[in-house]
């Protein structure tokens, strides 16, 4: 079964992966051109799996990601209207820049005491197309920006693979700060923080919007349905006074820990709808 990001960012953080198959798959399935960035450093080519152990799969000898720890029961917002900004003012800032402004020492969940950094999001303010995740992992929180892990290289090809750069795309996630052992965000967190994403949308105003894996899709669209059945099939969801399409697909942390071209393919169109829904003739 699929899962959610979060539950293998830790596993993700301590295995190499082979993006280079990425690029095989695309060639494989005759999208090469599209594909403009260099092949990944010498060290990246590893050897793909190989696809006649499915014993060895079930014995995974690689570690485990740790249970989920709960937040701390005797957890308390603080009262400091700064720290918990309202709904009001965040609802009165007019620009990223404001609400990152206003949002940043957020210490409204059980989330807040325990980041390093608050990741807001980056990417193109005017975005078309703009990608949720789940939450920061360890790498994201150490440098306070999206996916720049291992999920987050793979990403960045996967856009490369739809003929986009990173930099035209905005990246957010539904929670702001990383959940203690990767685990996935609680419906509480989620749901506190989904006024700063709700927001985010708003200012940003994408035509498209890909939710990557089930906590977003959950989260941010109310489907709770698997995401292997979800996935690839389209879906509306009104954020302020726009109704906005969405696609969901495959978390890239899931892609690189089930790396078939059964998955890579699906991811591929996946996005390839998106693209084509971004390119399609105004009025049509
Ligand atoms: N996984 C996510 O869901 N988001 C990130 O920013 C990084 C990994």
């Keep these: 079964m699929p899962e959610t990001g979060g539950k293998f960012r830790d596993t993700l953080e301590a295995m190499d992966h082979p993006l280079q198959a990425w690029r095989d798959t695309l060639e494989e399935l005759g999208v090469v051109g599209l594909v403009r960035e260099p092949a990944p450093p010498a060290a990246e080519h590893a050897p793909r799996p190989s696809p006649s152990l499915p014993s060895e799969r079930l014995q995974d000898p690689r570690p485990r990601p740790r249970p989920a720890t709960p ?22 800032a007019s620009s990223l820049q404001e609400l990152c402004q206003a949002t940043q020492a957020c210490l409204a969940c059980p989330l807040g005491p325990s980041r390093l950094k608050f990741v807001f999001g980056e990417g193109d303010a005017q975005a078309r197309l703009m990608f949720v995740g789940e939450g920061p992992g360890r790498d994201e929180d150490l440098l306070g920006r999206p996916f720049v892990g291992k999920a987050g290289e793979l990403l960045d090809r996967m856009i490369g693979a739809i003929g986009m750069k990173r930099e035209e795309i905005y990246i957010a996630n539904v929670v702001k700060c990383r959940p203690p052992d990767n685990r996935t965000p609680t419906p509480e967190e989620a749901r506190t923080c989904l006024t700063y994403l709700h927001r985010q949308i708003e200012l940003i105003g994408p035509a498209v919007l890909v939710t990557l894996g089930a906590t977003p899709l959950r989260e941010l669209v109310g489907i709770s349905e698997g995401i292997t059945k979800s996935r690839g099939q389209w879906r509306r969801v009104r954020i ?43 009025d049509s």
């Design 240 to 282: 302020g006074n726009r109704e906005i399409p969405v696609m969901p697909t495959f978390h890239p942390a899931y892609v690189l820990r089930q790396y078939t071209q059964d998955v890579r393919r699906a991811v591929w169109e996946d996005l390839k709808a998106a693209k084509e829904w971004l390119d399609r003739p105004a």
């Design 71 to 92: 937040p701390p029961a005797d957890y308390a917002p603080p009262s400091n209207p700064i720290s918990c900004p309202t709904v009001d003012i965040v609802a009165a």
